[in-house]
Nanobody, 123 residues
C-alpha cells in the first residue's frame, strides 16, 4: 500500500479544510489508518485513527469535536474533515497505515506513511 495526502492549504481561524489520502493497493481495506501532524520543532502527534471498516475511530483530545476522520474503501481514500480550525492546528499532516486491526496512537505503530500536506491556520 502506498499513500498520498493532499488538500492542505492556508485558511483563517474558524475555517475548514478537508484532507484526502489516496491509497494504492488491493489490500487497503485490511489496514488501520491514521492521521498525524507535526509542527516545526515538535514531535509527530496523533490526530485520529480509523479502523479497517471505518466503524471505529479514536481522536486526540485536542481535535475531538472539531475533526472527523473517515474512509471510503471502495475509493481507497481516507479523509480528515477539519472544522473550527485554530492557529495551533498548523502543521504538516501525514496519513499512515498499519496492517493490523488495532488503532495505535503513536507514530512508531505505523509502517506506511504518505508524504504529508501543509496546513496553515492564520489568526
Amino acid at each position: 500500500v502506498q499513500l498520498q495526502a493532499s488538500g492542505g492549504g492556508l485558511v483563517q481561524a474558524g475555517g475548514s479544510l478537508r484532507l484526502s489520502c489516496a491509497a494504492s493497493g488491493r489490500t487497503f481495506s485490511r489496514y488501520t489508518v491514521a492521521w498525524f501532524r507535526q509542527a516545526p520543532g515538535k514531535e509527530r502527534e496523533f490526530v485520529v485513527g480509523i479502523s479497517w471498516s471505518g466503524s471505529s475511530t479514536s481522536y486526540a483530545d485536542s481535535v475531538k469535536g472539531r475533526f472527523t476522520g473517515s474512509r471510503d474503501n471502495d475509493k481507497t481514500t481516507v479523509y480528515l474533515q477539519m472544522n473550527s480550525l485554530k492557529p495551533e492546528d498548523s502543521a504538516v499532516y501525514y496519513c499512515a497505515a498499519r496492517g493490523s486491526t488495532v488503532i495505535h496512537r503513536t507514530a512508531a505503530g505505523y509502517g506506511l506513511w504518505g508524504q504529508g500536506t501543509q496546513v496553515t491556520v492564520s489568526s
